[in-house]
C-alpha cells in the first residue's frame, strides 16, 4: 500500500507559477506516476504523467507550461505549473500506478486546490 500526500497549491494570480509535490510513503522507483485535475462540475482529466523510465507525456492544453518530474531519492514526484490561467483552477490529484505480474496498482492522493485568479 502506497500513500500519496500532495501539497503546493494555492491561489495564484494569472500568469504566474505554482510547484506541486507529492511525496509518497514507500518506494516508488517502480511506479509511473501522473498528476490529473478535476475542476468543479467537471470529470477528472490527464495532466500530464511520467513513467517509471522517466518518459512524459502531457494534455495539450499544458503542453510547453507545465513540467512533471520525479524524485525517486525523495520518493516525491513534481508538477511545476508555469504561465497559470483561470481555466487550470482545479483540483489537482497524484497518480502512482504499476503492473506487477499481470495485476495494476493504482494509488490516488486527497487533492490540493489550486484557483488561479484573472
Known amino acids: 500500500q502506497v500513500q500519496l500526500v500532495e501539497s503546493g497549491g494555492g491561489l495564484v494570480q494569472a500568469g504566474g507559477s505554482l510547484r506541486l509535490s507529492c511525496a509518497a510513503s514507500?518506494?516508488?522507483?517502480?511506479?509511473?506516476m501522473g498528476w490529473y485535475r478535476q475542476a468543479l462540475g467537471k470529470q477528472r482529466e490527464l495532466v500530464a504523467t511520467i513513467t517509471s523510465g522517466g518518459a512524459t507525456n502531457y494534455a495539450n492544453s499544458v503542453k510547453g507550461r507545465f513540467t512533471i518530474s520525479r524524485d525517486n531519492t525523495k520518493n516525491t514526484g513534481y508538477l511545476q505549473m508555469d504561465s497559470l490561467k483561470p481555466e487550470d483552477t482545479a483540483v489537482y490529484y497524484c497518480?502512482?500506478?504499476?503492473?506487477?505480474?499481470?495485476?495494476?496498482?493504482?494509488?490516488w492522493g486527497q487533492g490540493t486546490q489550486v484557483t488561479v485568479s484573472a
Open positions: 497518480n502512482a500506478n504499476r503492473v506487477t505480474f499481470g495485476r495494476t496498482a493504482t494509488y
Open positions: 514507500g518506494n516508488i522507483f517502480t511506479f509511473n
